[in-house]
């Protein structure tokens, strides 16, 4: 019969577990000093702390049953439709997914082009998200990066040169 308790392991060492303790003491002194990118001082995630001991795991479609269970996507589709609001979306025929990220985002977008699209080519300035040139490659999708301004804008005159 199997024990419906669960021994939790001891994993880590007491050299380890120091090793922790100093590395938390020196990242929170750094986080002092972080504005924002990725995430932002100003929120107080603490309400949010006990579901850090939960597998949660979204993976699949928000609108399709999943055997896996331990996840958000009621969650997910709330915040799917509060970005269709923000955009005007039709709610009545709309599909999406919230990434875990910039990159993520950035796969997905140039994936479903490559889908769509397979003999087309991706025109990018030089001052793109530093994931798309490695998702290009991981894609094997035609690409042709393009000049950026002093601002960072796209050179629209090499772009409209490059597309002739």
Request: aromatic share 10%; proline share 2%; hydrophobic share 35%.
């Amino acid at each position: 019969m199997v024990s419906t308790r669960v021994k939790k392991l001891e994993l880590l060492s007491n050299e380890d577990k120091a090793y922790l303790t100093n590395l938390r003491e020196e990242l929170n002194i750094q986080a002092k000093q972080v504005l924002g990118y990725p995430c932002s001082q100003v929120f107080d995630y603490s309400s949010l702390y006990d579901f850090l001991s939960l597998p949660i795991n979204n993976i699949g479609d928000p609108y399709l049953a999943s055997s896996f269970r331990v996840n958000t996507h009621e969650i997910e589709k709330q915040v799917l439709d509060e970005f269709l609001t923000l955009t005007s979306g039709d709610k009545s025929n709309h599909w999406g997914y919230v990434t875990n990220g910039g990159t993520e985002g950035n796969m997905y977008g140039l994936f479903l082009a490559r889908e769509l699209l397979p003999q087309g080519i991706v025109y990018y300035s030089e001052e793109t998200h530093y994931s798309v040139t490695k998702i290009l490659r991981v894609l094997n999708l035609r690409n042709i990066m393009i000049r950026s301004q002093d601002d960072g804008v796209i050179d629209y005159d090499d772009l409209r040169e490059t597309i002739r």
